[in-house]
């Protein structure tokens, strides 16, 4: 397996839902069972509600805040890669606030929230999307089956359409 790097950023005065070596970890098992060879490079920031809205209109044109974001660099296939060299898959960019607030109203923990959210937003990273149905179907089989991998509290179920669509 690749020696991926991590780089977490904690914002001032946000408290983080997962430690970071289970961060870690997770990144690292969606990686694998994604079948990724090269080594990568992740950025996970951890931000307030009001830095998550700031990032959803820059990057999204969308004037709220949300759960996660995933602002992909390069593919692990990319053909201006040489062998072995690190690939800077991206950032991801989770808000535990409002990860919180969504974990209470769907009744799921905030960790196996935080979870999911971490495992979709490598996805992202990855080339998944959720833009149709289809894309939709194929993105939570994915996540249902990469959960079933991850030690969670078992408040999650399976992830459903609903949930990429779903917003305060």
């Known amino acids: 397996m690749a020696t991926n790097d991590y780089d977490l950023t904690v914002e001032g005065g946000v408290r983080p839902i ?24 992740v950025s996970v920031s951890i ?21 996660v974001l995933s602002l992909e ?16 898959l991206g950032d991801i960019v989770l808000a535990p606030s409002y990860i919180r607030r969504q974990a209470q109203r769907l ?11 971490l495992v979709h937003g490598m996805l992202h990273l990855l080339g998944y999307d959720h833009l149709d149905d ?17 030690a969670t509290d078992g408040s999650l179920g399976l992830v459903t359409v609903a949930r990429h669509g779903d917003g305060e």
């Not at 660099?73 to 800077?88: F, T």
């Open 47 to 67: 931000v307030s509600d009001e830095r998550m809205r700031e990032l959803n209109r820059t990057w999204r044109d969308q004037d709220r805040a949300t759960d």
């Open 18 to 41: 997962l430690p970071e070596g289970e961060l870690c970890a997770i990144c690292d098992l969606v990686l694998e069972q994604e079948g990724v060879g090269r080594p990568c490079a």
């Open 107 to 117: 009744s799921t923990t905030e960790a196996d929230e935080c979870r999911l959210l």
């Open 134 to 150: 289809a894309e939709a179907e194929v993105m939570e089989a994915r996540e249902d089956a990469l959960l079933d991998l991850v």
């Open 73 to 88: 660099c390069e593919r692990p296939g990319d053909p201006d890669l040489a062998p072995g060299e690190p690939c800077e």
